[in-house]
């Protein structure tokens, strides 16, 4: 009797185990079907962005005649003629030339702006300082072409047309009030008792805004000039039109490819990658100030 009862709990046991162990598998299995599938949607979507850049670069290596008369996933003939005749004819690599100076000079001149403005913002209470923020915001809300004409008549009056500091000061419409937005969240963030704590050990106020509060906001700043340069690079409008033969932007270069032959496309794909790599460059140095500003930043 003793024996059928020890057998009996025997085959219990081992049913019990055998359906723990399909359980723990079927589990398992959930789990890794559950990881899969966001893994698998992350590598589709990365697919679909990268495509149309790795395209155009696949363009860049091309002749025309490849590019038109056949589909390749890679080049058949290899070449770099196309980068060749941009880094050869001045009228081309001058173009890049001319946008990143004023690119870079629309960006000192918004950030040494911007800066003691959103201080102001953050730190003081004044009469209107709400409307005049919100004033400041609705300048983005505006297309750059509603302010085409004003800005193409007063430089030419000036002289300032087809100049750099032209297209760099028109820019600064947009950049500032976005600038300054970005800013004052970041510096809003930090403690006023650190202002006062400053002033109490004797630091001016120039010592004080220099040395100690830019530091606490750099990824403030990191994040700010990231904006400052996207908007600025990648605006056409205002660059072409303010601009002729000394300053055109190398985006107003690239529709020289279309002429009554055609379009260079192999050409115009290299313009293109060259394009993208100062976007490149400026995000690799900024990168992890752009990483902690998402994260503790108004952006």
Known sequence: MNQRIDTHVEQAS??????????QRAEASKRGRSRLRPRTLLGLYL???????????NMSFQTNSEIL???SLWPQNFTTANYTGIFTDS??????????G???????????????????FS????????????????NLMA????????????????????????????????NIPLAIWILEGFMSSVPKEVDETAYIDGYSFPRFFVKIFIPMIRSGIGVT?????????????????????????IGMIMTRTSTASGIDWGTLAAAGVLTILPGIVVVYFVRNHIAKGFALGRT
């Open 143 to 174: 297309p750059p072409a509603v302010f085409l004409l004003p800005y193409f008549q007063l430089y030419y009056s000036v002289g300032l047309f087809d100049t750099h500091i032209a297209v760099a000061l028109a820019h600064c419409l947009f």
């Open 14 to 23: 081992a049913s019990q185990g055998t359906e723990s162990e399909t359980f």
């Open 225 to 249: 000039l990231f904006f400052l340069f996207m908007f600025s690079w990648v605006e056409l409008l205002l660059a072409r039109t303010l601009t002729a033969t000394n300053a055109q932007p």
């Open 69 to 71: 008369g056949s589909f």
């Open 123 to 138: 730190r003081f209470r004044f009469i209107g300082d709400k409307h005049l923020f919100f004033w400041l915001l609705t």
């Open 102 to 120: 004023y690119v870079l000079m629309n960006m000192l001149i918004s950030i040494s702006v911007a800066l003691p403005a959103a201080y102001a």
């Open 47 to 57: 697919i679909f962005i990268l495509l149309p850049i790795y395209w155009l670069l």
């Open 91 to 100: 009228s081309w690599y001058m173009g890049y030339v001319n946008s990143i």
